[in-house]
């Protein structure tokens, strides 16, 4: 009995530079119109190639997306969260080099980042439960990497520890989503990013000084 090829092992023979304009194509699209508006057309259109070949690859859009889903979800374990120096007991500091990694990796290739963040979570009826619990794995991986083996005795006495690691979040969240809007589709090296990282470590900076002991 011949043994049924999957997806992956389909896909995966074709020729690497086609499977990431394919990828890039179709993350971009559902990230950009949602499910139901996201059209094929188009993603066959911005990769440059035929329909038939999608749809040799992808027997309908909901295989794709779900393919997209779990390509997303290890290109952020692998290529962000496994480069997270989890030794940095300091929590700022941490958050430091871990948004250094993530804003470089976001730069190379934003698109996993925006269709896991602007799609998938506001969608979440399409997925399987397999693929929701994959990504509940990957969140806790991701908060275990930013919190795990962190000192607390560092932070203030006279604040609740965990009202600092929110509102030390909040403002950093804030903080890269303008430093994204700024650096979005431009060759980072094309921008002068020594200011940015500047004004970057100086945030961190006062922020040491607001909720970390004197």
């Known amino acids: 009995m011949c043994e049924v090829i999957t997806i992956t092992e389909k ?9 990431q304009r394919i990828l890039d194509a179709a993350m971009k699209e559902f990230a950009q119109q949602g499910y139901e508006k996201a059209s094929t057309n188009q993603m066959v259109k911005d990769a440059g190639i035929g329909k038939g ?8 859009k909901k295989d794709l997306f779900q393919y997209l889903v779990e390509y997303g979800v290890e290109f952020i374990k692998k ?10 007991q300091d929590f700022i500091e941490r958050y430091r080099q871990a948004a250094q990694i993530k804003l470089q990796v976001y730069n190379n290739n934003p698109h996993p980042f925006n269709f896991l963040g602007d799609f998938v979570i506001n969608d979440d009826e399409m997925l399987t439960e397999r693929l929701k619990d994959l990504i509940f794995q990957t969140r806790q991986m991701g908060i275990a990497k930013v919190f795990g083996n962190v000192d607390a005795s560092l932070f203030r006495d006279d604040l609740p520890q ?30 002068e990013i020594e200011p940015l990282w500047n004004e970057f470590f100086e945030t961190l900076d006062l922020l040491k000084k607001v909720y970390y002991k004197k």
């Open 11 to 19: 896909f995966a023979k074709l020729d690497e530079e086609k499977q």
């Open 53 to 60: 070949m999608l749809f040799y690859y992808f027997k309908s």
């Open 79 to 88: 290529e962000y969260l496994s480069k997270i120096d989890e030794s940095e």
């Open 162 to 191: 965990d009202k600092i690691y929110k509102l030390i979040i909040w403002t950093m969240e804030g903080y890269e989503k303008d430093l994204i809007k700024r650096i979005k589709g431009k060759n980072l090296a094309s921008v």
